[in-house]
C-alpha cells in the first residue's frame, strides 16, 4: 500500500513537499515514481528512481522539481519548487517490480492521489 501527502494549493513560484510511505519494502523493488494526472488527459510520469540510482525527469519539471527515497522508512519524496499554474494536477507515487517502467502503465502499485494547485 501507498500512502501519498503533502498536497495543497500555492501561488506560483512557491514550494511543495509530497511524501508517499509505503507499507512494503521499497529497496527491492525496480522502480519508484511520481506520476499526475489533469482531467480529461493521460497519466504523466513525472520523475522517477530506476534500478536503485538512476533518476530521471519529465523534460517539464527537470531543474524543478528533485525525487528522493528513504529505504530505512520505505519513503519517497518529490520536493517541488518553482511551482508553476501547469504543474496543477492530482499526484500519485507508484512502484512496480517489474523490468519495464517507462511509462505509468508499467506500474502496479499506486497511492492515492494527492492534489497540487498552484494560483498564478
Known amino acids: 500500500q501507498l500512502q501519498a501527502s503533502g498536497g495543497g494549493a500555492v501561488q506560483a513560484g512557491g514550494s511543495l513537499r509530497l511524501s508517499c510511505a509505503a507499507s512494503?519494502?521499497?529497496?527491492?523493488?525496480?522502480?519508484v515514481a511520481w506520476c499526475r494526472q489533469v482531467p480529461g488527459k493521460p497519466r504523466e510520469l513525472v520523475a522517477s528512481?530506476?534500478?536503485?540510482?538512476?533518476?530521471d525527469y519529465g523534460a517539464s519539471v527537470k531543474g524543478r522539481f528533485t525525487i528522493s527515497r528513504d529505504n530505512s522508512d520505505n519513503t519517497l519524496v518529490l520536493q517541488m519548487n518553482s511551482l508553476k499554474p501547469e504543474d496543477t494536477a492530482v499526484y500519485y507515487c507508484?512502484?512496480?517490480?517489474?523490468?519495464?517502467?517507462?511509462?505509468?502503465?508499467?506500474?502496479?502499485?499506486w497511492g492515492q492521489g494527492t492534489q497540487v494547485t498552484v494560483s498564478s
Open positions: 512494503f519494502s521499497i529497496h527491492s523493488l525496480s522502480a
Open positions: 507508484a512502484a512496480t517490480s517489474s523490468v519495464i517502467y517507462y511509462r505509468p502503465t508499467d506500474y502496479g502499485y
Open positions: 528512481i530506476m534500478s536503485g540510482k538512476i533518476i
